[in-house]
């Protein structure tokens, strides 16, 4: 009987461990994932472009904040919940940006050569669109320039 109850408890000792083990694994996988940015093609302008896509509260705050260049990317896509007036700030950044505000796939406002703004977070110029939006498009400065870039142009997911 005796050697029967230190092997159940045994059992149970390594069914725990186990358990603990999985979760750890698991909360490791989750804190990874936090890091990962997804990315997308659309088209602007005739112009394929490749996106990082902040579509978290906790990348939406981030931004390309702390960034010294776009990288491999053309820009960055953010995707919101719902649409509404949706402002951006220039915190600690190391370049200029054209934001493009986007409804449903149709532009509704834009900022060109925003420069980067290194106050404190209270005192950060915050830029808002005149209608209500779902998406904002942060593209290098001068992009909408080139473009010819306006209110009204489409933007959809490239194939």
Do not use: C
């Not at 491999?72 to 719902?82: A, R």
């Not at 951006?88 to 925003?114: A, C, P, T």
């Amino acid at each position: 009987m005796l050697f029967h109850k230190n092997r159940r408890n045994s059992m149970s000792t390594k069914s725990i461990l186990i358990l603990f083990g999985i979760i750890f694994i698991v909360f490791i996988g989750l804190k990874v994932w936090e890091f990962h940015w997804p990315s997308i093609n659309i088209i602007l302008d005739g112009q394929r472009l490749h996106m990082l896509v902040a579509n978290t509260s906790d990348h939406r705050f981030q931004g390309l904040s702390n960034r010294h260049s776009l990288s491999q990317y053309d820009g960055m896509l953010f995707v919101f919940p719902s649409s509404g007036l949706h402002g951006i700030v220039m915190r600690h950044m190391d370049f200029s940006l054209d934001i493009v505000w986007v409804e449903n796939g149709k532009i509704v406002y834009i900022k060109q050569n925003l420069r980067p703004d290194n106050r404190s977070e209270s005192q950060l110029i915050v830029y808002k669109p005149s209608n209500p939006a779902n998406a904002v498009l942060e593209l290098p400065a001068g992009w909408v320039s080139i473009h010819g870039t306006k209110i009204g142009d489409r933007v959809v997911d490239a194939p």
